[in-house]
Every structure is written in C-alpha cells, then in structure tokens.
C-alpha cells in the first residue's frame, strides 16, 4: 500500500533478511509496527492450489481457487460457445506484449440503442480476486434463477473485461506475485540501490487515463508503483479500454461503469483528485483512500459522461491484502453482486432510466422533419422538464393534439391568433437626422435601423466609426458601430437578431449603443463607467436576410405552450393524471423528521394522504416524477426512515373498476367495485321505493356546482313509539375516498334490509336508533374524481397472451389477477413455471391484467398463496372443461352454400371448402405457400377480378387460435358470394390473398391433443417441441416479449424465419409485395388492433393516417355488437412483443396499412371462446375490414 495521508496505515513487506534492522528504524521513528502476514509465501501457495478436481482434464473451471490466464480465457470461449445467442467476444486490442485483451458481451434481448454497462478488472495485475470475481458475475447472470439477478443480467448488455492488464497478471503467476503495473520497457532505467531496476518497467495503468492525468497521486518516477506513464493513454491497454468505451457511446446508453480492485471493502464514486466536501455530502475517493488522478473510473466519468460509475475495493480490509484466502472467493462475489442488484434498483428508482421523458423528447426534437406537421420552435427543446413554445398551422392543430396525446403530453394554447399579436407590436418610421424620432418603445424595420446607425456615427465622427463587415446570403451589409475609448482595458463585442424574428434583440443593442455613445444621458452608474473603460462593437442586425424577411411576412399560425414533463401524462383537455406518482410512508422518529415531513408541500409539491402530526406517528404522501430523485436524495441524508407504498398511484386508481347500476336490478349494485354518483343516487331512489315505510330519501342543500346532497333516513318500525336516540353517518367528505362511500352504502343497505330478517344483532341495533346517511358529503369532488380516471379505465381492460398447455381432467378454473406492485408482480413471474399452472396472459407490469389456468389440485394451495399477499383475484370459470366441450366443430355439408359460422371449422373443411369454391367460381383459385415442419400445406385462396392492387390477409399462426380461421373463411365467403355493394367493390378494387392456417401443424395439434397448444410442431435442439410463429417474423426479432428458452409458449425460435412456415409465407408475400397495399393478421384473443411496430412508441411511417383508419374501423366495428377494440402499437396497448408478420410487412415493404387483429374476446374465455360468439366476432370483423377499405380510401392513403 503506497504511503498517503498523515493518520492512515500502511503496509509494508519487508525481506526476512532485513526484518530487524526495519524494526529498529520504526522504533528509531518512535513507530510502533504491527506484524499482520509472518509468511506471505505461504499465502502466495495457497492462493495457487487447485482442488484435485480441478487438476483432472475433465474438471470444469469452478471458483475454489484462483485461475490463471489461460484458464480463464479458455472458459470465456467455451462460455460463449454454449451460450452463442448470448454471449459474444470482444477483442478490444492488444496489451504491450502482443497479448489479446478479451472482455465478454451479454445481449439477451438484442434491443436497439440498449442501456449498457461495463465492467473492468485488473488494471491492476497483483489483484487476483478482481477477474474471478467478474467471471462468477457473468456465470450468475447466465445460469441464476433468482429474479433479481434475471433482470438485472437481462435488461443490460453488459460488457465484462475480467483482465484489461494480462501482462502484468501473468507476471504475477511466472515472476513477482506484488507485481502492479503493466510490462512495459520502454521507461526502463536504473532504480539505484535498495530497489530492483524490474521496478522501473510497466506503468500504472490506472494512473494512465486522459482525464486529470499527472494532477496528483501519480508519479513520474518509472521505479514508482504509481508511474503514469510519458503521457495520457500512452498504454495500448488503457487506451483500448477508453476506445471500446468511447464506441460503446455510440452504440446505446452507457449507463454504467465499474472499476474493480482490491483491497480495503470500499465503494468509491468519483472524483479520485477530490474530497467528498467538495463535490459531494458524502464521502469519496479523496477521503477514503490516497488521493490520485488519471484513473480508468474517473475517465468514465469525467472523460466519457457515464452517469453512474463506480470503483470497488473488493476484500478485504487488509488482514490478506492480495492475498485473500481462496474460499473467500465466492462469498466476496456473492455481495458484490448483492450490491450490484442494489445500485441499480436505487438508479431506476431515482430516475436515471428516464425512458419515458427521453422518448418524449426525441419526439419534439424531430418534430421539424415531420413531413406530416409543418410547426417552427421558438424555444427548442434541448432537455428534459424544460417549457418549449411552438408555432402550429390552424390546419395542423388537430394533428399536432393527437401527437402530444399519443406521446403523453401537456399542451397550453396561450393564443390562438398569432396574427393578431404580430399586428400589435408597434412599427416606427424613423426620420433622417431627428434622434427623437428612433425610440426603443416601437420596433423599425432594417432600412430605419441602418440609417438611425449611420447618422449617430456622422454625429459622433470622433468617437463612432460606422463599418461593414461583411455581406449577407442575399448581398446586404452588415454593419457594426465601434465606438472607441481612451485606454480601453479591452474589447466587448454585442450582437443581435442572429434569428430574423428576435427582433427585441436589436432593440437592445441600438439602445445600448446609445447610452454607451451619450453615457451622462444614462442613470445607471455601472454603464456610465463599463461605457468607458472597453473599446465596443454592436452589431444591432448580424441577420439582415432574416430580419427583413420576418417583417414582411404575415403568420397565420396559433402559438401552442407544450410542458413537455413527464410527471403529467395528460392531454391539456382531460384531467389531472397521477402515472408515475409514488406513494411513500415515513415515520419521523425526531422533532428534525417531523418538520423535514412538514415542509414536504413546499419543498416536494407533496400531497399528503396522513398528514404529520407527531413524533413516530406514521405519514403518507404521494410524490410526483419531477421532484421524488430529489427526495429520496434528501431523505436518505437526513436519515429519514420511509418506505414506498405504491410505485405507480395512477395504476392503483386504474385497478379500481367502477361498474355500472342496473335501474330496479338490485343485485347489480354490490360492494365489489365502484360507482358513480348518478348510479349511487338512483340506486338510493329504487331503494325508498321498496321500502317506503322504512327509508325516506332527503335533499339536504346543493353543492357548489348545483348536485344533491341526498340524505336517507332510516326508521325501522318498532311496537314502542318512545322517541330514539340519532345516527348520522357519512362519506364523501374527501372525493378521493371511495371506499368511505362505499362503506356508508353497505352499512345503510345492512340495516335496511333487517326488516326482511329474523331477529339478530343487527336487527336490535337497527331498531336501537333512527339512522341517517348521507353517503357522498361532497358530490362534486367525488364526480370528478371519477372523470379524471376515464382514460386509465379504458385502458385497464385485461391483456391477454398465449397459453401452451390444456388441463382437461377435473375441474380446473380460470382466475384473472392484477399485480398491484412490484413483489406482487416478482412472485407472479416466479410462478410461471410451476406445474399445474399456465399462464394466458404473462405478468409483465405492474397494474396489468394477468389470466391464469388452475389445475385442480392446485386451485386451494393457489388461492391461498393469492390472499397471503394480498393479490386481487377473482374466478372467471370454474369448469373450463365445460367451455372447451362446448366449441364443437362445424361439418361441411354437400352444397358449399350450406356452410355455416356458428360453430368452429377444422382444417380439412376449409381445404375442401377452398376446393370447391375454386371450382365454381371463375375469380377464386387455390394458392399455396409451402409446407410445415410436419409436410401438411398451407393452402389458401386468391380472389381476383381483374385488379392489380393486392390484400394480403393470414390466420392460424397460434395453434389454440380457432376463431380466426373462421373469421376468415366469413371473409371469403362475402367476397365471393356477398350480395352488399360493399362486399362486390372490395372483392372488385382489390387482388385478394387469403391463408387462414399459417400453423396447420399445431392447428391439427390442438384439435387431436392439447387444446391450447400455440406454437408449430418443430422438434428442437434440447428435444422440446415449437416455436411460436408469432415472433418469428425478421423485425426486430427477439428484442422484447418473446422467449429465447425453448420449453417455454413464446419461444422465439433460432432466429428470425427459422421455422419453414413463416420462410414460406415470407417468399409468398415478397412475391406480391410490390403490389401490397394492405396487409391483415388475425389471431385470438384481446379486441385490439394493433399498428406497427412493437418495439418502439415512436410514430414510425405513416403512423398517423394508419391510426386515424384504424379507429374508426373500429367505431364500425362496435356498430353491431359494441364490442370494444383498443388501437394502437403493441408497446402501447399490448404487451410490446416484437417479431411479428405485420411489423416485418411494415418494415421490409412499407406497405400502406398493415395491422395485427387480436379478436374477440378480452380475456374472459380467451382461447375457450364459446361458439355462441363465433358468428357475431365474424360479421363484426368483416364490418371492420370494409369499413379500413373505406377510410383509407377517403384519406387517401391508398
């Protein structure tokens, strides 16, 4: 350990030799040295054995010992190779000695622009427990079953270098195990005589990086431990290193860094040159250990600008030093991993991964390429939670508001007549030579303000030179007014109207230039002295071309006040929205916490849900987006003790269904949901209706904005008259708490209803008093609590997904859930795969809707496991045996005509169908694509009468999908035999190419076998079988909602188009790609059209026109049925799976409308949907398609 600050220990290794002579000079120094390692040898030794498995050729390299290079870079390559989706190699460069230096990449999700992170070990060569620390990081993140671990290896391409220094490592293991630097020669010289001349090789490679470097801690001496070299990154290692990471900027978000080294159990942040007073409220590098400068971890911060960086001191605290014990190894790595998991959680937490603000931004920062909008800035967007003000065409506004909607933000029209404004601001002549003329209370044009400028200079000849310094685009000058000072202690220059339109710029610059020409006219000292002491040059018009141009053009545009903050997600019509606010609850233990959870209004804009009042009394709040970083910062340093209660409030509000009452149906009003007013009012009036002699209903007043305040007394008639005593009880008082109305409701309909009953508790109380309810004290807060819900309730309809496996002995139930925060969520995850339980639908957020299948002897244990933590739930079947029995095939009979869609069609009948349509028609033929992975066809139909323009239209990817075979067999059946004008137009405009089964394999599967089986057929690698065709389509194939396992229902596949089912669709549809004009993907189940491209939130293409289409096919196709579709991407209304058939259509051909149907139904019977549906689903579908034919051709988009 090298010798740093006064107070600090330091270590030393004497030669046994010379043990008692350094004794005697400690002693000499009245130093009192203590012995810690009377052996290093035999510490070195043990840190070398390998366990005798280990020495066996058939060994694999575990983490009882410490590994050598080879073995290391040898598990690297063999890691990679049985990992080859996940893990790739990184050669970076070479080291001094022509060594390579190898790191580890670990992409799970091959994500565009990812979030990465990069760790480093073994700058320093003597540092054994960094590399293999790092190497047991990487075998977590690729074999851990623990979620924590899952997500954070997961989420993160992660680049992992286990040895940047390997030449000095391997000198460690040949020549000198203290050996620290690099093994460079090209400083060598003599050391003199108590120091060995090898000391003046190699460099301190983390002394060696180009920020701060030589600033202090370092040495330019070659024989100290600390050379930083001749010069910044004059190491290939630390300059390679600094490369790769510099490249990495470009490829993504380098999130993270972390340096590793050893010894001393520390976590240091940057900067290494400064204490922690001076940057920080904590300690730092500077106080924690030596100063220094030029390291690797302080680059990446202050070099590079990754956020978060971080250097370890790993074990221990200098008991071994370098030389920690072998089978500390694994505990040692097991914390840092711990600590790992940690970071991250806290840096999501305070906001570091804004990916939501940041998707918002880039949206407005391209907003001027937008071929579909025509909008100038007049204050850019340049980073996030900063006001912008944008001009927009009157014809752009509507647009312009479906956008900020779309993307989640505010928007303020501070006017909406830009004209009328540019017409206010007041337009002088100025006169030639009359001063009193040019006034700073107008605006001049450029002709006006040059000659105001030339007339001052010939006024002021001695002092005022008038000059020319160039020429404009459009051939005008530009001038500039010197005004010159005696002894002028240098030069100010002041400019104007670089922006055509800032016109109040110049008015500045003239007006300065006056009283800097006339000072004694001025008032304000300090200019009549600054006037005096600098020679100056004002240049009132620097942009004459734009200045000019800006006052002769009129604008007709409204200006609109975009607060682009991300703690509001509203549009600037609906109400106040709480996505992303966070519920806390602390517990001030101090008189200090209570005033800190006091001043929480002020300095938080906290909203208190329990107010503080005293000491150890607990507090609740909700915070929003924009100021919890700040928060938990300030909280952790005041030691406030806290814990978050809900991470998303607005989900929580979503989460509460409100239902709707039934005039006269009592049982429909029931205290499992929520109402709203009008519905608990009439509710009430049925209520006094049926009891008249008990319940009287009163109006008490109205609100502020003129509602009932209803009250309901009850009198339950008793043989005594004698007067009764009173209960009042009431709700409402606060509009947010529902559950308080909730409960007045129920506990005025318990009493009530005692009437009907036998004598009980309940009944004697009820008849003790006269009771009076007023269940909604404040109608007014308590409705509009209601509407500032509607958007998330729309959009909290259940998400469903797939389902693999058919449960068809007993009675097993289907079970709806909704994860309500984080653990919840984590523990619904772990329960994936479990036996005797499958998942319709995946848990991936927080709030999301999650269908489950129970298998009988599973249905207690679950249920229970449900309730412990408190996870909402609730029955949807409790047979589904029963569902499934009931969806019976339909059976073709002689005449085609005869063919009926009140049942499901299995895939010979459609072949045979599809035949004889072909034969009788002249417009239909047969059309084939190729074969499955089991050799069956996959046949469809063309209908053509002539046209050139072509629809391409699919089915049956997913094997438990039944419904949309039949769906488009209905299709067919109107094309080609419909008798609507609508129906001869479509099957006349357009060449129709129409496959119903993509998967007939796992279509057969599901009617022989297992019901709700989804993928194809295709025997994999590991003996497992399919692939979800789905997600096996070439757009950004793999990067989110698929599965790489193959046993699980998503699997993803090989690669993209590995399976011969999407290969042959895909050539199918590049033959006919250069006439697609409208692409339509059916499948089952979720009643949502979903837009290209699942991947991102951004408006790709013509997203614009498509979703207007999209919409309102789907208000058609509500027409018949009112069944509800939700449009929009997958990443925003579903569950962002990428890899699909329409996104690659999209993507490959730029096809004008291409959509994914998820039909009917929301999640209720999913798969098992009843045949009753089957007919209506087909006959709204098909409303739907003319009605996309039609839209698209009324906005032109075809």
Known sequence: MEVGKVGRDVRIMVHPDKQNKFEKYMANLGLKPFLFIDDVQSLIDDQLKKPSRASRRSAKYDWTYYQNFEEIYDWMNETAAEYPDIVSLVDIG?????????????????????????????????????????????????TSRDEKIRFLAENIVWHVFPIVNPDGFIYTFNGNRMWRKNRSRANFTSCGVNTDDDMSNGVDLNRNFGYLWMEIGASQNPCSNTFAGPRAFSEPESSALANHVLRLKEEGNVMYYFGMHSYSQLILVPYSHVGGADVLEVSNYGDLVDPASGTGFDWAKGGAGIPLVFLYELRDEGQYGFLLPPEQIIPNSEEVLDSLIEIDRVARQIGYYSNVERYQLDFLQNLEKQQYLNVIFWTRPFRMFKDIQILVPREHLNVFKERLLHFHLNATITTNNIEKLFQQQKFKSYTRMKFESFSWNSFYDLESVYQWMTDIATKNSDRVKLKAIGKSAEGREILT????????????????????????????????????????????????????????????????????????????????????????????????????????????????????????SEVYKATFWRSPGLVHRPVEFIIGPDKKKKFLRDAILNGIYYTTVIEDVQRAFDSQTVKTYVRRNMES??????????????????????????????????????????????????????????????????????????????????????????????????????????????????????????????????????????????????????????????FLKQLQNSEGLDF????????????????????????????????????????????????????????????TWTNYQNIDDIYDWFEELANNYSFVSLIHAGQSYEGRNITGVRINRGSRRAIFVEGGQIGADWLSPVVITYLVNQLVRGVDSEARDASSDFDWHIFPILNPDGHIYTQERDRFWIKNRRINRNGTIGVDLSRNWNSHWGVSGGSF????????????????????????????????????????????LLLPFAHSTEP???????????????GSMAVKYNTQYIVGTSKEVHDGSTGSLTDWVKHRYSVPFAATYLLRDNGTFGYALPVSQVLPSCEETYDSIMAILREAKFIRLI
């Open 481 to 600: 007014l010197e005004i010159v000072t005696e002894n002028p202690k240098g030069k100010v220059i002041v400019e104007g109207a670089i922006h055509g339109n800032e016109w109040l710029t110049t008015q500045f610059v003239t007006y300065l230039a006056f009283f800097l020409i006339y000072p004694d006219k001025s008032s304000n000292w300090r200019l009549r002295q600054v006037a005096k002491k600098y020679t100056w040059f004002l240049i009132p018009v620097v942009n004459p071309d734009g200045y000019d141009y800006s006052m002769k053009v009129i604008y007709k545009m409204e200006l609109i006040y975009i607060v682009c903050l991300v703690s509001l997600y509203i549009n600037p019509c609906t109400s106040k929205s709480y996505k992303n606010y966070t519920l806390f609850r602390g517990v001030p233990v101090t008189d200090q916490h209570l005033e800190f959870f006091k001043n929480l």
């Open 840 to 899: 319709w639908s995946q848990p991936t957020r927080v709030g999301d809707h999650i269908n489950v299948i129970a298998a009988p002897q599973r249905k207690d244990e679950f249920e229970h496991s449900l309730k412990k933590r408190n996870i909402y739930h609730d029955v949807l079947l409790n047979n589904l045996q029963e569902v499934i029995d009931s969806q019976v095939f339909s059976r073709k009979k002689r005449s085609t005509r005869d063919l």
């Open 94 to 142: 070479r080291s001094v000695e022509n060594r390579p230096i190898i790191g580890m990449k670990i992409d799970y999700k091959k994500k565009e622009n990812p979030i990465i992170g990069v760790f480093e070990g073994t700058l320093h060569a003597r540092e054994w427990i960094t590399p293999v620390t790092l190497t047991w990081i990487v075998k977590e993140f690729l």
């Open 669 to 826: 009003f029931d205290w499992t949901s929520y109402f709203r007013l009008d519905d608990i009012y009439d509710w009430l009036h049925d209520l006094s209706v049926m009891y008249p002699k008990v319940m009287h209903l009163q109006n008490l007043g109205k609100s502020v904005e003129k509602r009932d305040i209803l009250m309901a007394k009850i009198s339950i008639p008793v043989r005594k008259k004698s007067s009764r005593p009173k209960i009042i009880v009431e709700g409402g008082i606060h509009s947010r708490e529902w559950v308080s109305i909730a409960f007045v409701t129920y506990l005025l309909h318990q009493v009530l209803t005692t009437v009907d009953k036998k004598e009980s508790k309940l009944k004697s109380i009820a008849e003790e008093y006269e009771w009076y309810f007023v269940p909604v004290l404040n109608p007014d807060g308590y409705e509009y609590s209601h509407t500032k819900q509607e958007k998330g309730l729309k959009a909290a309809k259940r998400i469903a997904k797939k389902y693999g496996t058919q449960y068809t002995v007993g009675t097993a139930y289907d079970t709806v859930m909704n994860p309500q925060d984080n653990d919840q969520l984590e």
């Open 1045 to 1088: 396992n193959a046993s699980q229902s998503t699997y993803v596949g090989l690669g993209p188009f590995s399976e011969k089912e999407s290969r042959a669709i895909s050539y199918y549809i590049d033959s006919i790609a250069p006439r697609l004009e409208f692409v339509l993907s059916m499948r089952s189940f979720g009643q949502r």
């Open 1100 to 1114: 790709m293409f013509n997203y614009n026109e498509t979703i207007i289409v999209g919409r309102r096919a789907m």
